[in-house]
């Protein structure tokens, strides 16, 4: 089981400084500057509740005077569109996808009450769970309650995905109008020792129709051991839901991780199903930042490879780096970066990698293939603006990026190779932030306006540099300065490495 213990990450610098990794495509680009317009004069309608009632869907683990984010970013906005835009936010560097995280914890009022504000903390959940972020997610929901529907279903599926399956089928046991699930209730009845009942709630659901074919089946194997043995193998879904992936572990038939969405990679993270699968699964969630950088490094380090090829190279190529470097020798440091600088690259893994070593890098005044390396590495960690006043002006591309990395209009964009140069500089040379979006932040829609340059970037990201600008400009005329450096920074230099490979 992996450790329980949540961790919630500390916002850089307030607003001003979020980060992390790439995500692949993005089917609502198109969102990112829709409803452009009013569609009447008309005020907007005012949703009334009773004094005293809990604000549910504002719940977060992240207060304001933590995020810098006002308690008011969601309540000019509709509350179906920022479902929309949330359920699409794919961010397409680390940085935005630090920022969103920020803003799915925040604690934050909802854009309306009611069911529509318990639906709105369902999309934030939603996104973390997706992320990986479970022990976030499941933490949100314990400060929420889950007394309504939408949240026990969410709080029940957290629970069984970490192995806590005792948690809702005791609360349901105690309230079982808190879920219709009648899949739930057969096994939890079942848990509880009631096997009859649960055959017969099976039966009922068989006759009536309430549950789909496979559903029945799979239930009908784990309560009738026999039967399972007779009947030939269930084939896997492709995207089981945490019930059913106790289920398949409950008749002997554990699922492997590797394939299944990123949620269920946390559970190979305590070691159990080996060294192998722990690495892996920290890798996975490492590159969503869903783990912390120092965490994957102790797992990288933990023993010596069992093989070779593949991530055993990986694992050797870091031991080695580290090793050199911890030594404190330039020329192995020379020798060992470019090794581990391609294994991390394949991996997705520049950006934690970035972190851990960037400083220590910047101290040791290497040269050639290896320099060039180490100052990528500085533009790609928290600490980019500082490190870029420790390197040498050696060449367009560092006077290029050490602009970016202090704010600042950069030099000509034609006289560097990097991807989406000109793009950039035009987001750093004083534009103004797009009228439509301007609109909407004056409507008090600052939450919606976030995700809509989240959109707007990863739209620029895929070739447009229209978008491109306009997101980097919007992200300043925010106030987010340390969000907007760190991504254009990782836009130009992650896509420079994928161009290589």
Same mark, same amino acid.
């Given at each position: ?48 509740? &009773? ?81 990986? +972020?479970?022990?976030?997610? %499941? ?20 629970? %069984? ?6 948690? &809702? ?6 309230? &079982? /109008?808190? /879920? ?250 004083? +534009? ?5 979006? @301007? ?13 809509? +340059? ?16 306009? +997101? ?28 290589? @490979?």
């Amino acid at each position: 089981m992996p450790n329980r213990t949540t961790r919630i990450r500390r916002p850089a610098r307030s607003l001003a400084g979020l980060c992390s990794l790439c995500l692949a495509a993005w089917p609502a680009a198109g969102l990112a500057q829709s409803d452009p317009v009013a569609g009447s004069a008309t005020p907007p309608s005012v949703t009334a509740a &009773p004094l005293g009632q809990p604000n549910v869907g504002g719940a977060g683990l992240l207060t304001a005077r933590m995020t810098g984010l006002p308690g008011t970013m969601w309540l000019g906005s509709d509350p179906a569109r920022l479902r929309e835009l949330i359920a699409a936010a794919r961010p397409a560097v680390p940085a935005l996808r630090d920022l969103l995280h920020t803003l799915m914890l925040a604690e934050a009022d909802p854009p309306a009450q009611g069911e529509a504000g318990v639906a709105h903390l369902g999309a934030r959940l939603d996104w973390l769970i997706r992320l990986g +972020a479970v022990e976030e997610a %499941l933490a949100l929901t314990e400060i929420a309650g889950y007394d309504d529907p939408i949240l026990f279903a969410r709080w029940a599926d957290l629970n %069984l995905l970490l192995g806590e399956t005792d948690k &809702p089928c005791d609360a349901m046991r105690v309230r &079982p /109008s808190l /879920s219709n699930d009648i899949a739930l209730r057969i096994y939890c009845t079942a848990r509880g020792g009631d096997w009859e009942r649960a055959a017969l709630l099976l039966g009922s659901a068989r006759t009536l129709g309430t549950l789909p074919p496979r559903d029945v089946d799979l239930l009908e194997r784990f309560l009738d051991g026999e039967l399972a043995q007779e009947r030939t193998g269930l084939i896997p879904p492709v995207r089981p839901t945490p019930l059913e992936f106790r289920l398949f572990e409950a008749m002997g038939e554990p699922l492997p991780t590797a394939p299944l969405p990123l949620a269920f990679s946390v559970l190979d993270l305590g070691g159990d199903n080996g060294w192998r699968a722990q690495i892996e699964a920290a890798e996975r969630l490492a590159r969503v930042g869903a783990l912390p950088a120092n965490r994957l490094l102790g797992l990288y380090t933990l023993r010596e490879p069992a093989a070779s090829g593949g991530i055993w190279d990986r694992i050797a190529a870091l031991q080695d780096f580290e090793d050199a470097l911890t030594r404190g020798a330039a020329n192995a440091v020379s020798v060992a970066l470019p090794k581990v600088w391609a294994q991390m690259a394949s991996a997705g893994l520049l950006v934690p990698f970035s972190d851990l070593f960037a400083e220590r890098l910047a101290t040791l005044g290497l040269s050639g293939r290896a320099g060039r390396m180490a100052q990528r590495s500085a533009f790609l960690s928290p600490q980019y603006e500082a490190l870029s006043a420790t390197l040498a002006d050696e060449g367009p591309e560092v006077r290029f990026l050490t602009a970016i990395a202090r704010g600042q209009l950069p030099p000509d964009a034609g006289t560097v190779t990097l991807p989406h140069a000109e793009a950039v500089a035009a987001g750093f040379s004083g +534009a103004e932030m797009p009228q439509v979006l @301007r609109e909407q932040l004056a409507q008090g829609r600052l939450g919606e306006v976030i995700l809509r +340059a989240v959109a707007l970037f990863f739209s620029g990201a895929e070739g447009n540099s229209r978008d491109l600008t306009d +997101a980097l400009v919007t992200l300043r005329s925010l106030g987010l300065e340390d969000v907007a450096r760190r991504a254009a920074l990782q836009v130009m230099l992650l896509d420079a490495e994928r161009a290589r @490979r």
